[in-house]
């Protein structure tokens, strides 16, 4: 069964460093996401992404965090200066279908956990 | 925006009782429902969604039921298994938009 891989599975960073975390969707999906966990709290939305834009975004997403889709395969979620309240798991996510009344299963990768120090 | 609530936060059930959680969620408009279990450490796994064209569905041992006028959908877990311990995320969705999640519920089945 194909699934979404998320790589590192966890880094730790130091405050004010850049960090990368890529992803690798299903490979038919055309919407592809970022959510983040915090420890012990609910899942929540960042971005969705769509024909090589971004689609929607939340408050979270602020100028500090960008996406990227390097080339056919990789989906990047990077964050420039990170600090401590960044520390969670962030998941990937893609979905094949979306329509204006139909929206589509997620399917989420394993996470990456960041923590900072 | 959307906001989901979710309740409750902890449930201990024996094996073999029934479970129930509830969600409410606050746009009309959304019409996409899905229900996730994370295991420890684990992804979110989806293990049943429901549109806004019905009103109940069942798969096994798991049901969901949607009430549009009253917003609010609820899941149903029959004769759990300590295997069914693990946290339970609702979500709601309307079309273009993403998931928008509860807070989720901490399932936790006694043997």
């Known amino acids: 069964e194909p699934e979404v891989t998320q790589t590192p599975s966890h880094q730790v960073t130091q405050m004010g460093q850049e960090v990368i975390l890529r992803c690798v969707p299903i490979s038919n999906h055309l919407y592809f996401y970022w959510y983040r966990q915090i420890l012990g709290q609910k899942v929540e939305f960042l971005v969705s992404f769509y024909n090589n834009e971004i689609s929607e975004k939340s408050e979270i997403f602020d100028d500090q965090f960008s996406v990227e889709r390097p080339d056919g395969s990789n989906f990047t979620l990077k964050i420039r200066s990170t600090k401590l309240e960044d520390s969670a798991m962030y998941f990937c996510?893609?979905?094949?279908?979306?329509?204006?009344?139909?929206?589509?299963?997620?399917?989420f990768g394993e996470g990456s956990r960041l923590t900072v120090l | 925006g959307e906001n989901v609530e979710q309740h409750p936060s902890t449930l201990s059930v024996q094996e073999g009782d029934s479970a129930v959680i509830k969600c409410t969620y606050s746009d009309s408009a959304s019409n996409y429902f899905p229900w996730y279990k994370q295991e420890l450490g684990k992804r979110p796994q989806l293990i049943i969604d429901?549109?806004?064209?019905?009103g109940e569905k069942k798969d096994q041992r798991i049901a969901v039921t949607l009430n549009k006028t009253a917003k609010h959908f609820s899941l149903h877990i029959t004769e759990t298994q300590p295997e069914d311990s693990a946290v339970y995320f609702c979500a709601a969705s309307m079309g273009y938009s993403t998931l928008t999640f509860g807070k989720g519920t901490m399932l936790l089945v006694s043997p």
């Open positions: 429901i549109r806004s064209n019905v």
């Open positions: 996510a893609s979905s094949q279908i979306r329509s204006p009344r139909t929206a589509g299963e997620l399917f």
